[in-house]
């Protein structure tokens, strides 16, 4: 499997073409979720689009939920729930 | 009337001052109270002035229809087939070239007082839209009575600062407006143009303490980066269903704050909370009530409520909403779950985004308009996120070359033709619909 971050990076990118919508110039850890030009709708679509790819959406996996602020935040929840991550 | 509740301790605060009628066009003529009573007028301005002329206008004006802040041209068109306007109040800040009805300013110290001599007599209507603003708006009158009916009118609350993130010529905002007044509180309005992210550090920088939210905008305020720096003692959810997940969220993140979750629909202008931080409600209520409304589960799972104080009914068209026992189907699903009652959606398919309500069969139709598309399903996909999504399953035209360009041309047409919330997020290219055993399309 990719690394988890790529695969998000790539179908946050493709989301955003598909969507029209315009993203940031430069994505980056430190990136704010909800100005990086993906909208509400739009970072609902990229959590279920990335259940589809990665096989598991991790805001379900959780009792309290914590919601990210930024890419890294995203990214690291991510990994922290990822089967792969668990196995290494 | 409002203005007998609402005391000098109620203050709509904003972050740009909207008090002066500056932005309007010389040209255009400034009406004062004396000359808008008794008239059908729309409010289409900045939602500090929207609020503030609300309280003016009850008991003065015979109809208030409040429009969106972003209504375009297809609603004013729309609601000038159904409403006879007599004017629209603008403050200029708002796009207000679509109507045909006459477009004014509005000041309420002008004009002669006599007019408001003897307020009070009259019961304003105001009127709400549902429905998307491009899509066709559907106009519900109510008085402030059916309005308030679940709204503590003491003193209670009044030591909070409401936040206001929705629209206040939508319901969910009419009543977070409608709350603060009747208790005096002070609310904090940002700009509906202003960034999400900066909307939140306006309302941490005014000392916002309430807030009242869909659960999908919960999630996007979480995610805000002031979000943790909000000192909240009222948090509130409507519009959707509330899941465990969120309350928890929101309890954890929240720990000194009440929590409730509403249960209110435009329609039926009946509601109740339910305050133990648990989704759904508590099963006892099926015998005992809540407040003054009385509930039952229908024998197709849907929740009937009633209450005894039912006025309102819909504009150009339509009747009355209750049956004749008094009883309003509220058309939602529910499953009684151990001592609890949880909602599991519409009985009619429809699909809730966010609090915005989609009909499978709208979206479909216009997705049949596409050439090559030989028949759709639309259907909600559970979201983590935002409650519900759109999917749709198009089955291609046998005679069709290339399937598979089939996914964008359905998703430009419908951006080109829906309101952005009806647009499905995922388009799928299938052989054939799953079909139930009664030969009906499963959704």
Known sequence: MNDVREVIIESIQRIAEENDLELSPSLNDDSVLLESGLDSLGFAILVADLEGSLGFDPFVMMDEPVYPNTLGEFVAIYKKFSPNEAQA | ?443
């Open chain 2, 1 to 443: 009337m409002l203005r007998n509740f609402v005391t000098g301790k109620f203050s709509v605060v904003s972050d740009v001052d909207t008090k002066t009628t500056a932005n309007t066009d010389e040209a255009q003529q400034v009406l004062g109270l004396d000359q808008v009573s008794e008239k059908n007028v729309a409010l289409h301005c900045h939602p500090q002035n929207l609020i503030n002329w609300v309280v003016e206008l009850d008991g003065i004006a015979s109809s208030v229809l409040l429009v969106p802040f972003d209504a375009c041209e297809a609603f004013s068109k729309r609601v000038e087939e159904k409403l006879e306007l007599d004017v629209v109040l603008t403050d200029g800040m708002t796009n207000t070239e679509h109507w045909t009805t006459k477009v004014s300013g509005f000041r309420v110290d002008s004009g002669s007082q006599e007019a408001i001599s003897s307020p009070g007599k009259r019961k304003t209507q105001w009127l709400l839209t549902t429905s998307g603003t491009t899509g066709t708006p559907k106009v519900v009158a109510h008085t402030i009575e059916s309005l308030t009916r679940t709204t503590a009118k003491s003193g209670a609350g009044s030591q909070l600062t409401w936040g206001l993130l929705y629209d206040p010529a939508r319901f969910a905002g009419f009543q977070v407006v409608l709350q603060a007044m009747m208790a005096n509180a002070k609310l904090i309005v940002p700009s509906p143009d202003l960034d999400f992210e900066k909307k939140i550090d306006f309302l941490v920088a005014s000392g916002c303490d309430a807030l009242s939210a869909t659960p999908s905008l919960w999630r996007k305020i979480l995610m805000a980066r002031a979000a943790r720096q909000l000192h909240l003692k009222q948090v509130t959810l409507g519009g959707e269903i509330a899941d465990q997940r969120v309350l928890n969220s929101l309890a954890k993140q929240y720990s000194s704050a009440a929590i409730a979750h509403i249960f209110a629909s435009t329609e039926a202008g009946v509601g109740f909370s339910v305050k133990d931080k648990k989704a759904g409600f508590p099963v006892s209520w099926l015998d005992s009530g809540v407040r003054d409304v009385e509930m039952r589960i229908s024998d197709q799972d849907t929740l009937c409520l009633k209450n005894t104080h039912l006025n309102q009914k819909y504009l150009g068209g339509g009747g009355s909403l209750a049956s004749e026992d008094g009883w309003i189907d509220t058309g939602d699903l529910v499953e009684v779950d151990g001592d609890r009652v949880l909602f599991k959606g519409r009985l009619n398919g429809a699909i809730n985004i966010g609090g915005n309500k989609v009909v499978p069969e709208d979206v479909e139709a216009r997705i049949l308009e596409v050439p090559g598309v030989f028949q759709v399903a639309v259907r909600a996909k559970s979201s983590s996120i935002a409650g519900a999504l759109v999917e749709a399953l198009v089955v291609p035209d046998p005679e069709l070359d290339n399937p598979s360009g089939l996914v964008k041309s359905v998703k430009q047409h419908c951006k080109q033709v829906l309101p952005s919330f009806k647009v499905p997020a995922f388009v799928r290219i299938v052989d054939e619909l799953p079909v139930g055993s009664a030969g009906k399309i499963k959704r």
